[in-house]
């Protein structure tokens, strides 16, 4: 996993306060999958991850979406190793809050983290886990626990919604040869990749996506923009 210490990336990570962005639970109940494995894993590819006091923010490469995770979400995630079990984890959670937790609470996360492709592999559900909802695992956390329900958030970046209305100025690459001014207006508010070199060219692309000006600001004497270029702004 990296670690963003872009500015520029940590525009996605400040996912409360974009009201253009579309927020949204991945769905309330868990669906029969095949087979029965206790253990699950991570990914830890193609994820740049920021750590917050009561959350953790993703940021997935793959398919340029964020995803905001609780602090019990998050404690669930960082403990798929592959080999501790959904009842350890629960032990161990129980542990660190010191207080009653269920199994089928654990399970109730990893289908979220599934669901979210932040599993290495798609999860299987043991039958007795099988339909059960929020509300059912609201209910069985302990009553007046300090304890939160684990909550698995994602965001669909507005880029990827708005990608078929770029202006066609914006979609040919553009190079930097006197500062931001060389940004065409139509283009201020739109998202593109920013690569180190005169063409545009994937092989330099820098992480995450950035507007011409932000882009233009850089301090690099050889630089370029486009979008939605490599990075699939």
């Known amino acids: 996993m990296l670690e963003s210490t872009s500015p520029a990336l940590d525009r996605f990570f400040r996912i409360r306060q974009y009201s253009s962005y579309a927020l949204y639970l991945k769905g309330d109940r868990l669906k029969k999958a095949k087979g029965d494995d206790p253990r699950a894993l991570a990914r830890t590819t193609e994820l ?28 669930v995630w960082n403990h798929c190793d592959g080999q ?23 399970w109730f996360t990893l289908n979220k983290l599934s669901r979210a492709d932040l599993m290495q592999e798609q999860i299987t559900l043991p039958d007795a886990q099988i339909g059960m909802s929020r509300r059912s695992a ?3 956390l302990a009553i007046g626990s300090l304890l939160t329900v684990p909550v698995v958030m994602s965001v669909v970046a507005p880029t990827a919604m708005a990608g078929a209305s770029i202006p066609s100025q ?40 950035i507007t011409c000006v932000a882009c233009f600001s850089l301090t690099d004497t050889t630089i ?5 270029g490599a990075n699939a702004c």
């Open 138 to 140: 609201v209910r069985r």
């Open 224 to 228: 370029s923009w486009v979008a939605p």
């Open 48 to 75: 740049i991850v920021k750590e917050l006091p009561d959350e953790v923010l993703i940021y997935d490469l793959k398919s340029n979406n964020a995803h905001c995770l609780n602090e019990t979400a998050a404690f």
């Open 84 to 106: 501790t079990t959904a009842n350890e984890i629960a032990k161990l959670m129980e542990r660190k809050w010191r207080t009653p937790v269920r199994e089928e609470v654990i």
């Open 170 to 209: 914006c979609q040919t690459c553009i190079k930097k040869s006197n500062g931001v001014q060389d940004c065409p207006s139509v283009c201020n508010s739109i998202l593109g990749t920013c690569s180190g070199n005169a063409g545009c060219a994937a092989a330099q692309a820098k992480p995450g996506c």
